[in-house]
Nanobody, 118 residues
C-alpha cells in the first residue's frame, strides 16, 4: 500500500525556517529517489528538490542555497530543510518519487501547507 504523509508546515515570517518531513511506505521509498514538490495558489505543481538513494541532491534554481533535501533510509523518511523563506515559497508541499514523469503520478499525499507572511 502506497503511503505518503507530509508534516512540518506552518506559518512563518519572511527569512524564517521550517523543516518538512515525509514518511513514506517502504514500497515507494526503498527503491526510489525521492522528491519534494509544491503547488502555490493558482499555479501548477512544480518539482522543488530530489535526493537519490545514495544521497545525491538536486534543486530547482529558485531554492538553491536555501533549501536542503535529505533522507533517512532507516526511517523511510525524507526531509526538506527550508531556510531564508520568502513569500513566494508559500504553497502546499508534497513528497513523492523523484522522476521526470512525476506529472503522471496517480497518488499523492495530503501535503503540508507552508505560508510565508509577515
Amino acid at each position: 500500500q502506497v503511503q505518503l504523509v507530509e508534516s512540518g508546515g506552518g506559518l512563518v515570517q519572511p527569512g524564517g525556517s521550517l523543516r518538512l518531513s515525509c514518511l513514506a511506505s517502504a514500497s515507494i521509498f526503498s527503491m526510489n529517489a525521492m522528491g519534494w514538490y509544491r503547488q502555490a495558489p493558482g499555479k501548477q505543481r512544480e518539482l522543488v528538490a530530489g535526493v537519490t538513494r545514495s544521497g545525491s541532491t538536486s534543486y530547482v534554481y529558485s531554492v538553491k542555497g536555501r533549501f536542503t533535501i535529505s533522507r533517512d533510509n532507516a526511517k523511510n523518511t525524507v526531509y526538506l530543510q527550508m531556510n531564508s523563506l520568502k513569500p513566494e515559497d508559500t504553497a502546499v508541499y508534497y513528497c513523492n518519487k523523484y522522476s521526470s514523469s512525476w506529472r503522471e503520478f496517480d497518488y499523492w499525499g495530503q501535503g503540508t501547507q507552508v505560508t510565508v507572511s509577515s
